[in-house]
């Protein structure tokens, strides 16, 4: 039954601790990956659990110790919830540098949070160059020596199949998105559950109910809803999702950080799976923590919203968010000219009235009906 | 109707003409030289760049380009009052007023191409270097799509770790050769060995002089107050390249080491108090932050930017581990110990901390970071809410309210030793 498959994935995307506490009692260890991009094929293939630690709604309150109220409360609530033990248990957190806020959540990690190491992954921004790709390299190398000191073992042959089930999980992630286009009976809460479960199952798991849930879904639902495209960096806030499900808005396409931008790009294969898995990140685009001059990203949101006839794109930013601030006002810029109607509401971690983002959608429903 | 009061007309007192052979005289020429020889050359039809501070000007300056920076100039723009006026141009196109005041102000200036507080030529191309933050890669990306011209990128990732890694140097000399090639292919420039060896030499020496004149501070009194470093650190900025930088920082160390021995200083009140100054100025409100310890005789005497600045190296790999080295781009430890150690070269007895609204990377681990720093010194220290250039940022009220404190502790502090 599909609902029986739709509740497994929302238990699981609403009980992380949950998750972590039946694989801790499996024997296995957690690591923690911050946003937005982490070597999760290296954790995997070296026998860890790899975790997704994109934070939570709620109060910040120790995290005010080391944070100006200034900076993202994604990373804001990722420390309070290290320090109040929320992920007790897991040996290591990794931290990408890929914005300004999440070189300092590294540096305040380790003084606020003890028990649980941290591991920095230095990403270049540069990354398609040979030297870019040898860089990209070596921050992988130093994330295993770290993961050696937890007492994983690294095997080339163990990562070759790491990047195989990681490369299933994209492929059924990206057909996941491409039935839900089809799928307005499917909720945005619902589809924010299949999404955010896939940082607290292992991917084995999430591919197979992923895959059962495709069996299910069966013929293409008639319910006449409003296609949307969704863009920003994290759009899991229930409220959020209540309103759009609210205003009858069907989630056609995202290009949501925690969401599709994940799953785009799979690793090639090469002889040496290090490498390859470095090629991945070379051939990664189309994000704002990710350089590129050229801006394809804003492009590929007026792109994908044409193919999968959305009737508007609904830009949620997160408050201090200033890579996705600065790319707002290209998308801005590029709907306009294409003609494409643009909502921006903005979202928080400790945001509890959602008031001001249900006037702002309401509005756009009625201009996008009208 | 109250009767009007015809106020007597303020007679100024004429300003004594600044000696040519002066600190002051030169460092001020050559920071107003580099807008307009920029302009000048622009005018003659040769390219002109837009660059980070910290991106390496040894690239253009051996290449003979000629520069303007940005971020030099939205200093300059919020210091004569204009910030605002241009972050609500930015913000007029979508810009979000949390995005740093520079960016803001910048991004407003390549729509405008005019703002009478500080003009720069018109830029060919730009080149970005991301070790103060990563905001710059997309305040250029943005300029790069803004202006329609190329954009070079020389990335210098933060480094989590106390040494820089021989990975990092490989990785960032590959760059910066490209970047040379991309720049010799857009504009038919010719990369000159012997140039380059010349241009680090005078960065060389501008460095040394720069960080032994701030190194002066080590006396007490110190023969300078702190603020005038933030007006100097311009040149750092602009010009670290060139023969005249070294010149007038060579005079700058003179004047200090002179005043040392007179037992003069520029700063002319008592020097009750000394402090470490953290982060950027508050340029909009230069004169009130100043003010604001001069009163209390509070000397800052020294602030990162003594460091930030020095490029001294004794060859390229030392010159690129120099570059990842800058305070934006270094872990907290590093950043900590450095900091330690100017307070406790300069006899530091207070930390003040500019909590900048603009710089999340800079503000992101400064509580912590300066809370090890007042254990380890022993020091207070106290913080307040400000902005780089947003002048909507900033309370007089609580930075006073705030320095009056840090005034009183160090005073109790004072009275405890010395009883």
Same mark, same amino acid.
């Given at each position: ?370 | ?231 100097? #650190? !311009?040149? &750092?900025?602009?010009?670290? %390249? $060139? *023969? ?121 681990? #400064? !509580?912590? &970071?300066?809370?090890?720093? %007042? $254990? *380890? ?43």
């Amino acid at each position: 039954m599909i609902q029986d498959t739709i509740r497994k994935f929302h238990e699981a995307a609403a009980s992380p601790r949950a998750q972590m506490e039946k694989y801790m009692a499996e024997g296995k260890k957690i690591v923690l990956t911050a946003p937005v991009y982490t070597p999760e094929e290296i954790i995997h293939s070296m026998g860890f659990v790899p975790m997704g630690a994109w934070g939570a709604d709620m109060e910040l309150n120790r995290a005010k110790e080391y944070f100006p109220a200034f900076l993202c409360s994604i990373v804001q609530s990722i420390l309070e919830l290290g320090i109040r033990d929320a992920y007790k248990g897991a040996s290591a957190i990794v931290i990408p540098s890929l914005c300004d806020t999440l070189k300092t959540l590294g540096e305040n990690w380790k003084y606020a949070v003890d028990d649980i190491k941290f591991i920095p992954m230095t990403y270049p921004q540069n990354r398609k160059p040979d030297y870019g790709i040898a860089f990209t390299k070596a921050g992988y190398e130093r994330v295993i020596r770290d993961l050696e000191e937890l007492g994983g073992k690294f095997d080339p042959e163990a990562l070759k199949e790491s990047n195989k089930v990681y490369n299933a999980h994209n492929a059924v992630m990206r057909r996941v998105d491409e039935a839900l286009a089809a799928h307005p009976e499917i909720t945005a809460a619902e589809r924010s559950d299949i999404f955010k479960s896939a940082y607290f199952m292992t991917k084995e798991e999430h591919t197979a109910l992923c895959e059962e849930f495709l069996a299910e879904l069966g013929e293409a639902g008639a319910e006449d809803k409003l296609a949307i495209v969704v863009s920003g960096i994290l759009t899991d806030a229930p409220q959020l999702n209540g309103i759009f499900d609210d205003m009858g808005m069907h989630i056609v396409a995202d290009d949501v950080a925690a969401q599709s931008r994940q799953y785009r790009t799979d690793v090639p294969e090469m002889d040496d799976p290090l490498q390859a898995l470095a090629v991945k990140f070379a051939n990664m685009d189309n994000c704002s923590v990710l350089y590129n001059v050229k801006k394809p990203r804003v492009q590929w949101i007026v792109d994908t919203a044409k193919e999968r006839n959305a009737k508007g794109v609904v830009v949620v930013m997160t408050k201090f968010c200033d890579p996705e601030e600065f790319d707002y006002v290209m998308i801005k810029r590029a709907c306009e000219a294409a003609d494409l109607p643009l909502a921006l509401v903005e979202v928080d971690r400790q945001m509890v009235h959602f008031e001001q983002v249900r006037t702002n959608l309401e509005t756009f429903r009625d201009m996008l009906t009208m | 109707m109250a009767e009007e009061v015809k106020k007597p007309e303020e007679v100024k007192k004429p300003r004594k003409p600044l000696d040519p052979n002066s600190a002051k005289y030169k460092l001020g020429k050559i920071a107003s030289d580099a807008f307009a020889t920029a302009i000048e050359a622009k005018k003659q039809g040769r390219p002109v760049a837009w660059v980070s501070s910290n991106f390496p000007v040894e690239i253009p300056e051996t290449l003979g380009l000629a520069t303007a920076y940005p971020e030099n100039q939205a200093a300059g723009i919020a210091a004569r009052g204009a910030g605002e006026r241009m972050c609500e141009v930015a913000e007029a196109e979508g810009y979000s007023n949390d995005i740093c005041a520079y960016a803001r102000i910048s991004l407003a200036y390549a729509k405008l191409k005019e703002c009478p507080e500080q003009d720069v030529a018109m830029p060919d191309v730009l080149l970005c270097c991301n070790n103060i933050c990563n905001c710059m890669i997309k305040w250029y990306e943005n300029l790069s799509q803004e202006l329609g011209i190329p954009m070079i990128m020389l990335d210098i990732p933060f480094n989590p770790d106390y040494e820089v890694s021989d990975a990092e140097v490989a990785y960032v000399s590959g760059q910066f050769w490209d970047a040379v090639h991309q720049l010799e292919d857009l504009f038919g420039l010719k990369w000159d060995d012997d140039k380059f060896e010349q241009v680090t030499g005078f960065s060389c020496r501008a460095s040394r002089a720069w960080l032994e004149a701030t190194a002066q501070a080590k006396y007490t009194p110190s023969p300078f107050n702190g603020f005038d470093l933030l007006n100097h #650190m !311009a040149v &750092m900025v602009t010009a670290r %390249g $060139k *023969e005249e930088a070294g010149e007038a920082m060579e005079t700058l160390l003179k004047e200090y080491k002179e005043n040392h021995e007179k037992g003069e200083s520029t700063f002319r009140v008592e020097e009750k108090h000394r402090i470490m100054f953290e982060g950027i100025a508050c340029w909009p409100y230069l004169r009130a932050t100043s003010r604001g310890l001069k009163d209390r005789g509070i000397n800052m005497v020294t602030t990162i930017y003594a460091d930030a600045f020095g490029f001294d190296y004794n060859s390229f790999d030392e010159m690129i581990r120099a570059y990842c080295s800058v305070p934006n781009a270094i872990n907290l430890e590093k950043s900590r110990d450095k900091r330690i150690k100017l307070c406790k070269d300069n006899n530091v007895e207070g930390l003040l901390v500019h909590t900048n609204r603009s710089c999340k990377l800079w503000s992101g681990f #400064m !509580a912590e &970071m300066s809370r090890q720093i %007042g $254990k *380890e010194c022993n020091i207070p220290v106290t913080s307040f809410d400000g902005d780089q250039a947003d002048p909507r940022n900033f309370s007089e009220a609580q930075y006073d309210t705030r320095v009056q404190g840090l005034c009183e502790i160090m005073e109790a502090n004072k009275e405890a030793k010395e009883a």
